[in-house]
């Protein structure tokens, strides 16, 4: 099993003819992700070959799923489109859309939540401004590299698309049932709790890494739901500890305001409810391989 995303899922991409959308659908079907069609209104009724695969061209979601049977959407859409396609996305019900876009106007990205939410949170967003999700050895849909582990019971969930590949690395001849890369903008729509809970409830995982950064609250209000709700043994690790204060580093989430959102009150937080804590990546990494090889 894996969570949000299994071998069965039937993926289309938003914006597949574009140069992003066109180079990770060839990687992402060299995954072995089971991709049945693109989207782009100027050049729908259209195929697009990928080494040997003919994929139609659709004017829209709702379209696509009705003939392929898509229940998974990755978005390609450059910014300025990129609340047009989620508001697509929500309105065709599709299961889950992946918004991978960098650079989407925060108060976009609100409004699409906030429709979202009115429409009863039928379609789970990733993202925006995310790595995307990876089952390894079922499906890959997003831009996280296919080949740099392999299927195991580790499930991860992560604010930073680097430090997910480089947990991907570390742990890879452990391995993961799935890999999340939520992003790390100020408005996001599935969150670490949505992944601490479907972990929770996944008899293929056994233990579980949350990679946070500085900024909000996100780990502190994880940390309260893994002390009420997660019994599977969690290991963190928060990037940030030498970062100034009051500015923006890399995400647009990432930034400390006074005492509120360090690295250091997120790291108390989690090891006040049992978390293990790695100072570094590679510390974090060590402290998942020791538990597993506990087990």
Request: charged content about 20%.
């Amino acid at each position: 099993m894996a969570i949000f995303l299994d071998r069965n899922s039937r993926v289309i991409v938003q914006g597949m003819t574009g140069s992003e959308g066109s180079k990770h659908t060839r990687r992402m079907l060299a995954a072995g992700t089971t991709i049945v069609g693109g989207t782009n209104p100027k050049k729908a009724g259209t195929s697009v070959g990928f080494d040997g695969t003919s994929l139609p061209v659709f004017a829209g979601i709702a379209e696509a799923m009705a003939a392929t049977g898509a229940n998974v959407v990755v978005s390609f859409v450059p910014p300025a489109g990129a609340k047009m396609g989620m508001l697509e996305a929500i309105d065709a019900g599709i299961d889950l859309a992946v918004a991978i876009t960098e650079g989407i106007p925060v108060h976009d990205t609100t409004a699409a939540w906030a429709y979202a939410t009115s429409r009863g949170n039928k379609t789970r967003i990733i993202g925006p401004n995310c790595p995307g999700i990876a089952s390894p050895g079922q499906s890959n849909a997003g831009i996280i590299p296919a080949d740099i582990t392999k299927p195991g019971r580790i499930g991860l969930v992560s604010k930073s698309g680097t430090l997910t590949y480089q947990m991907m690395f570390e742990l890879r001849d452990i391995g993961f049932s799935t890999c999340v890369g939520i992003g790390g903008d100020p408005v996001i729509g599935t969150t670490h709790i949505d992944c601490l809970r479907a972990f929770q409830d996944d008899p293929d995982t056994d233990a579980i890494v949350m990679i946070g950064e500085i900024g909000g609250d996100a780990e502190e209000r994880a940390a309260a739901f893994i002390e009420a709700n997660v019994t599977k043994p969690v290991v963190g690790y928060v990037a940030g500890f030498t970062a100034p204060e009051g500015r923006t580093m890399g995400h647009a989430g990432a930034i400390v305001s006074g005492s509120s959102g360090t690295a250091a009150a997120k790291k108390e937080a989690l090891e006040k409810v049992g978390v293990q804590v790695g100072k570094t990546p590679s510390e974090a990494a060590r402290l998942i391989r020791e538990l597993m090889n506990s087990r």
